[in-house]
């Protein structure tokens, strides 16, 4: 078991070349339990960092898939996180293996990490670097329930690590946050590992089987966006069937059924006796919390660290899709929402 985050690196796996593929290994998530999973025609998988909309586009693919609200299982079970190290690989693999209806599978893997199929749809999903950072702050107790699922017992744990809180005050994360490297996916990571991530797929956008969506755009037209992913994984859907589905996946329908979808619902990972209805996963990390905790320096090294990254990958375009999503294209400068 790992016990500590290991440095991003290319390595060369027997048979293929070392730059197939980037290895992200810590003790929350291991890349390499993607080969455990013999992929199939028509499976979808939805590659986005922590907190940026990953299960609501999960509930979004789950309605069109289901075509309706009800699923087999909790949402967790059905559309696992297969990079978790929380569960043996076997088990999920196993589960994964037994479903008879199209599968779509979660992952907080980079598209550099995974080896590419053209038989698969993936969707990335982005959101404002910021708000993820701070719902991810914000979440100590589910890290926590993580960290501990993460091993048998007895077996140390490495230390939390100071952005989970502790002496360091929220403030202190986020400017370790804003200069941080590229790291495998541990706690709240960095903007460069955010940004690394959603230009992994970003790049890959024009490929026949690769879409990008945003946090942004579903808050802005949710029926529209749901169409939008119909479309992109071959699915009929028209605009009032579209209404009628996406009443299930508001934020607010959401949090009504949080036992049944949100990811504490992972067996291992939270006690079923701790869990509640009112499960604040959906609840944690608003828009704009950030600015509540930046001061004017933090702000001004914010736009300066992004738009130094962004010149590292996809330039202006992806900063603005990064930050607002495809309005932030249509608009030169959103001053409520500004990385500038």
């Not at 293996?97 to 995974?114: E, S, V, W, Y």
């Not at 969506?213 to 479309?231: C, K, M, N, S, W």
Request: proline share 7%.
């Amino acid at each position: 078991m790992n016990t500590g985050a290991i440095v991003v690196s290319f390595v060369a796996d027997e048979g293929r070349s070392p730059g197939d593929r980037v290895m992200y290994r810590s003790w929350m998530s291991d890349n390499l339990r993607w080969d455990a999973l013999e992929l199939r025609a028509g499976d979808i998988i939805i590659s986005a960092p922590p907190k940026c909309g990953t299960t609501w586009t999960q509930r979004l693919i789950s309605l069109l898939v289901f075509d309706g609200p009800d699923l087999p299982g909790p949402l967790p079970l059905v559309s696992p996180w297969l990079d978790l190290t929380a569960q043996p690989v076997e088990m999920v693999v196993a589960a994964l293996g037994a479903q008879n209806h199209r599968r779509f599978i979660k992952t907080h893997t980079p598209l550099d990490g995974l080896l590419p199929d053209d038989r698969v749809t993936y969707i990335g999903v982005g959101r404002d670097p910021r708000d993820a950072a701070v719902s991810m702050l914000m979440d100590h107790d589910r890290m926590r329930a993580l960290r501990e699922a993460a091993g048998p017992p007895g077996e140390p744990f490495p230390p939390i690590r100071r952005d989970f809180g502790g002496e360091f005050g929220p403030l202190d994360v986020l400017r370790t946050w804003i200069e941080g490297p590229i790291a495998a996916t541990e706690g709240i990571a960095s903007l460069a590992t955010i940004l690394h991530h959603f230009n992994s797929v970003w790049s890959r956008r024009h490929q026949p089987n690769v879409a990008v969506f945003h946090y942004a755009d579903y808050q802005a037209d949710l029926v529209g966006e749901l169409v939008r992913l119909a479309a992109v994984l071959g699915i009929a859907l028209g605009r009032d069937r579209g209404e009628e589905l996406a009443e299930h996946a508001t934020l607010d329908a959401m949090r009504a059924h949080a036992r049944e979808l949100a990811p504490r619902a992972t067996p291992g990972v939270r006690p079923r006796h701790q869990q509640r209805s009112d499960d604040p996963f959906f609840r944690v990390g608003g828009r704009g919390q950030w600015r509540q905790i930046f001061t004017e320096a933090e702000h001004r090294r914010y736009s300066e660290r992004a738009a130094e990254l962004a010149g590292q990958l996809g330039g202006p375009e992806f900063l603005a899709w990064a930050h607002a999503g495809r309005s932030g294209n249509d608009t030169a400068v959103d001053r409520g929402n500004s990385w500038r």
